[in-house]
């Protein structure tokens, strides 16, 4: 059975009731199911049992009333002495109290306040990232400069050497000083070498594997937010 073929019989079994009591019966259990929502159609029928019984309760509830002063309120019917009908379904009791409202007033909320916030958040998340991208443009440059310097150094120094050497036959003083200064520039430059292939080979990977667990917190921190 379904929502319409449920009211189809409500509606019968109340032919013989006054037509403002049918009505506002009617009225009130097509309303329940609207709350209850389309999704929640067959459990609102199993709640709310067979038409038959339903009828049955709003024709007791109408003889014991008198049909004086009783009307279908929000919390079910009321004869007018305060007294609810523990056999008509209420909001409180189904727990379908508007749950699209509360979830849409956060949103809206969340929405204005990252429209507002927007230049804010735009201001500090450009900042930090020029900042990181300075700095990471900062030690490329030195690792450049570093490489260029374990590659310039060595040739400047086989060069003096090579000098050196050949002035000494000329110039035994001026050769020596040459050939101590390509000495002392080879030294150097192998210096550099060794510290750029160790360098390359612990500090460079651990670097890189640092930025990228640094983006993918950041990336799932924003869709974290997003998703709230």
């Known amino acids: 059975m379904n929502r319409v073929e449920f009211m189809g019989q409500l509606e019968r079994l109340l032919w013989d009731i006054p037509e403002s009591d049918r009505l506002d019966a009617i009225a009130y259990y097509n309303d329940y199911f609207d709350e209850a929502g389309a999704e929640n159609e067959a459990q609102v029928i199993r709640e709310l049992g067979s038409p038959g019984k339903v009828a049955a309760i709003i024709k007791a509830d109408l003889n014991a009333s008198g049909n004086e002063q009783?009307?279908?309120?929000?919390?079910?019917?009321?004869?007018?002495?305060?007294?609810?009908?523990?056999?008509?379904?209420?909001?409180?009791?189904?727990?379908y109290q508007e749950p699209n409202k509360k979830r849409k007033i956060p949103l809206v909320l969340l929405i204005v306040l990252l429209v507002f916030a927007s230049p804010l958040l735009i201001g500090v998340g450009g900042g930090l990232l020029g900042g990181l991208v300075g700095l990471i443009g900062g030690l490329f440059g030195i690792l450049v400069a570093v490489i260029a310097c374990g590659i310039v150094f060595p040739v400047a120094g086989?060069?003096?050497?090579?000098?050196?050497?050949?002035?000494?036959v000329f110039s035994p003083l001026e050769g020596l000083v040459w050939m101590g200064m390509g000495a002392l520039l080879l030294a150097v430059g192998i210096l550099l070498v060794i510290l750029i292939v160790w360098s390359v080979g612990k500090w460079l990977p651990a670097l890189f594997r640092g930025f990228v667990d640094w983006c993918q917190k950041l990336f799932h921190r924003n869709k974290r937010r997003e998703n709230a």
């Open 70 to 95: 009783a009307e279908y309120t929000e919390h079910g019917y009321s004869d007018g002495r305060n007294e609810e009908n523990p056999y008509a379904p209420s909001r409180r009791e189904t727990g």
């Open 158 to 168: 086989i060069a003096c050497l090579v000098y050196g050497i050949f002035r000494v």
